[in-house]
């Protein structure tokens, strides 16, 4: 009698070949570095609320708004797609214990590193000079909007390899379960590929021919509702990774287990059919789209509120557990039994601390009338760097000091100067936040380069203008550690002394093979919802406002 088929696969300590690993540690290269160069004016943007101008020494730039934009792209868009076009093939080459396609691994790299060269000219050049969020009519070099396209085609060819292991080993295991961490890296990127197809027509259809000067003029509210469009579900590609990692990775490295195979993979379904349609509360204060659109979107923003709670709740039970286990006792005496001495585990659990006030702040600007208090303040650079600025990049920053050395074969240098990195950061941007928050309540505007613009200031800025200065420093001197915690691993880390397999949990109970479980799986089921909303929620305003009013000439003020 032959034996029955399992259906919970087995999965082994899987390792890519070592050409593969190199395509990925080469990507990861090209992100952490896009994160150090942008801090740098990232520090003179801080230091100017506090009224200190260092821009002045950046021989580089030849305006607040050149460095503004560099400071955006690389540090939202590069740093943090480079680092998703290696870790999701990674994990999910690694759960589904099978190689990726070379070729487009090695494809997606060649593309990303175009892509970057293209907008890095224009950046440097000083022919980009439009912000990250790239709004017409403010125009750019042609050379800006090609390079953006190229790095999300390496977005793209990063799909296609983790889609590929996905089919092919859904063929050769017919009836199984697909284990957690596949399914939730290659939901993650699924989300993003429909994401980016709004701001790929924006670019291709509009904002490229205009550039080059194929079309005279172009619409400015069209080209930035397609933004939106994909750039609220890009703050959801930013944060998924480092969610794989709280869910899957680090309950392991905290001595616990994943809490609910089920309610993870609900999470990610969740993120993946209300991260589009909700783009509207960027744009509350936008005329031209109805107030019912606008509630519409702000309601399904409270929505998307949800699959986070529910991380909350089962990362914090993932994390109890690991505390328990390490001698914890009493309601909140097992935090202090985290292994706190593991540079990885430290900086992710800073990352959550500091994504609760992001995810407070939030729910203000999702709030259609608090939007209206806070909207182009200070008070938004300090929502978003408690969310990308620190619960993504914290936890990317974590995730290096063990995924640097896994794929380098060296052993992490430095432990003391790793942890101390990830909380001077910490201290820092909840400082930076602070000051930004009340100054922002204050009226303080957002882009603002405040050290050399006296004309509209006020008093009432100053001890937030101080607290985002000093706070921002401290910020700058966390990421130099990291970079030189880094760079010497590479160079000089012990070899041999690296961790042999990603730190992987296991989940408190199998993943159920009957019953509804099982469909949580079928993405043929999921992608069509997601779409039907998208329709719903877009689908009105394009109906009442295409054709598209191409009436605004390109402006480059700096
Ligand atoms: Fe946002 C603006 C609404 C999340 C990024 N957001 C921005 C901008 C950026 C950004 C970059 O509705 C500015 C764009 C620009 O340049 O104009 N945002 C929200 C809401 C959420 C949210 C409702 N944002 C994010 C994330 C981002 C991000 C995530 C990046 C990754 N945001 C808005 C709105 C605006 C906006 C409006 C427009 C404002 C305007 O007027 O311009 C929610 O998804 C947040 C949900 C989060 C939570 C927190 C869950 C907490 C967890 C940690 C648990 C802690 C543990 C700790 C386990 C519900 C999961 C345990 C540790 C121990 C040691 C015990
Ligand atoms: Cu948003």
Do not use: C
């Amino acid at each position: 009698m032959s034996n029955p088929t399992p259906i919970v696969f087995e999965t082994t300590n899987y390792e890519l070949p070592a050409h593969q690993k190199r395509a990925l540690l080469w990507t990861l290269y090209i992100g952490y570095l896009a994160l150090v160069a942008g801090v740098f004016h990232g520090l003179a943007q801080a230091l100017s609320y506090a009224n200190i101008d260092i821009l002045q020494y950046f021989p580089i730039l030849r305006s607040y708004y050149q460095g503004l934009t560099a400071h955006g792209v690389a540090n939202v868009l590069i740093f943090t797609f480079s680092f998703s076009n290696a870790f999701l093939p990674l994990m999910t080459a690694r759960a589904l214990s099978r190689p990726l396609n070379s070729t487009l691994l090695w494809a997606s790299f060649g593309t990303l590193v175009f892509g970057n060269i293209l907008t890095v000219y224009a950046i440097v050049s000083n022919q980009a000079s439009v912000l990250y969020t790239s709004y017409a009519p403010l125009q750019a070099h042609w050379t800006y909007y090609v390079g953006l396209v190229f790095v999300v085609i390496s977005t793209w060819l990063s799909t296609i390899v983790m889609l590929l292991a996905f089919f092919q080993w859904r063929r050769e295991h017919p009836g199984m379960r697909v284990p957690l961490l596949a399914f939730i890296s290659v939901v993650s990127y699924v989300m993003w590929f429909l994401a980016s197809l709004p701001l790929a027509v924006s670019f291709l259809g509009f904002m490229i021919p205009w550039s080059i000067g194929i079309l005279p003029k172009i619409d400015p509210l069209l080209t930035r509702t397609l933004f939106w469009f994909t750039a609220h579900a890009i703050v959801y590609a930013w944060l998924l990774p480092a969610y794989i990692s709280w869910y899957v990775l680090v309950p392991r490295q905290a001595g616990g287990k994943v809490v609910s195979d089920s309610l993870t993979r609900f999470a990610f379904i969740l993120f993946l059919i209300l991260s589009i349609p909700t783009g509207f509360h960027h744009q509350y204060t936008d005329p031209g789209i109805s107030n019912v659109m606008k509630g519409l979107h702000g309601v399904l923003t409270f929505g998307v509120f949800f699959p986070s709670l529910a991380t909350a709740f089962s990362v914090m039970a993932a994390l109890e557990m690991g505390g328990r286990a390490h001698g914890g006792k009493g309601l909140l005496g097992w935090i202090l039994k985290l292994p706190w001495g593991d540079p990885s585990l430290t900086a992710q659990l800073l990352a959550m601390i500091t994504f609760v006030f992001g995810g407070i702040t939030g729910l203000i600007n999702a709030s259609l009338v608090m939007n209206q208090v806070i909207h182009n303040t200070t008070w938004v650079p300090g929502h978003f760097h408690m969310t990308v600025g620190s619960a993504v990049a914290l936890t990317l920053v974590g995730v290096a000091y063990w995924l640097i050395p896994y794929l380098t074969g060296r052993g992490l240098w430095n432990r003391p100067m790793a942890l101390a990195s990830s909380w001077i950061y910490t201290i820092g941007v909840l400082i930076f936040a602070r000051g930004m928050v009340s100054a922002g309540l204050e009226g303080m505007p957002r882009r603002f380069f405040r050290a050399a613009d006296n004309a509209y200031d006020s008093a009432a800025w100053d001890l937030g203008g101080i607290l985002t200065g000093v706070g921002g420093t401290l910020m700058f001197v966390g990421i130099m550690l990291f970079f030189v915690v880094i760079a010497v691993t590479i160079f000089f880390g012990r070899k041999g002394e690296h961790p042999r397999d990603i730190p992987w949990s296991e989940t408190l109970t199998a993943p159920a093979l009957t019953g509804w479980q099982p469909k949580l799986d079928q993405l043929k089921i999921w992608i069509p919802v997601a779409i039907v909303l998208v329709i719903i929620a877009y689908g009105p305003f394009l109906v009442s406002y295409l054709p598209p009013r191409l009436l605004s000439q390109g402006y480059q003020f700096w």
